[in-house]
């Protein structure tokens, strides 16, 4: 048996057998969490793990077991228990297909943030936006640039959140993807800093913002 913390994450502790890991541990701020995996045909190891995290560390191990199921393509065995995401509690029982009624279930929290209005300010303008891609090739657009808000609060609690942000309309395809079957962008929204313009907000996305 070997122990060791990964070389990409410090934070993370593994444990390998003679045929691959068996067990880690993994620091960092998590939502309480405890479910057991069963193995599908996708996994190399045929062996059911064990996930339980306690809000700052998470454990795993596993055990080797014989039987499996077809993968169906979610790379991921029969599910059972349950864990938090954001704002919702999220409940396994079974394996999942990516099909509609699969044995999962999110949960809103009462104290999940609820969407409450969203609003325009001023009107369009157009600016010049200039994208470098990768290969060295300069993409010159035209930009329509408007400011956009959005409000949420949560239940009970007088709390709000508020977000401002630049919706950007390009005058043609942006990006790294430009031309291809995929295609680039054409179309992207940016977070306003505190007291920044939206034509600020555009240069600060032009130097920030890549398009893969």
């Known amino acids: 048996m070997r122990i060791a913390l990964d070389y990409a994450d410090k934070t993370l502790l593994r444990c390998w057998g003679a045929r691959g890991e ?15 995996e069963f193995p599908s045909d996708w ?11 306690l809000g700052i560390v998470t454990f795993a191990f596993s055990f080797p077991w014989s039987r499996v199921v077809p993968d169906h393509g979610q790379c991921s065995g029969p ?23 699969d044995p999962i279930k999110h949960i809103r929290m009462p104290w999940a ?17 200039r994208y470098e891609r990768e ?14 808000g959005r409000e949420w609060t949560r239940p009970w609690i007088p709390w709000r959140m508020s977000v401002r942000s630049i919706r950007v309309n390009f005058s043609d395809e942006v990006g790294e993807r430009t031309g291809t079957w995929k295609g680039g962008v ?7 800093k505190p007291g920044e313009t939206k034509l600020e907000c555009l240069r600060r996305m032009e130097r920030e913002r890549r398009f893969r």
């Open 79 to 101: 599910t059972y228990g349950f864990y938090f995401f954001a704002d919702s509690l999220v409940l396994e029982y079974g394996k999942t297909k990516g099909t509609r009624g």
């Open 113 to 129: 943030w609820k969407f409450r209005r969203e609003w325009a300010e001023g009107f369009e303008q157009e600016y010049s936006y």
């Open 186 to 192: 054409i179309g992207c929204s940016y977070d306003l």
């Open 135 to 148: 290969s060295g090739e300069i993409q010159e657009r035209k930009a329509r640039v408007l400011i956009e």
């Open 22 to 36: 068996i067990a880690y541990a993994k620091l960092g701020l998590r939502g309480p969490r405890f479910d057991i």
């Open 43 to 53: 996994h190399e190891q045929r062996r059911v793990w064990v996930r339980i995290c």
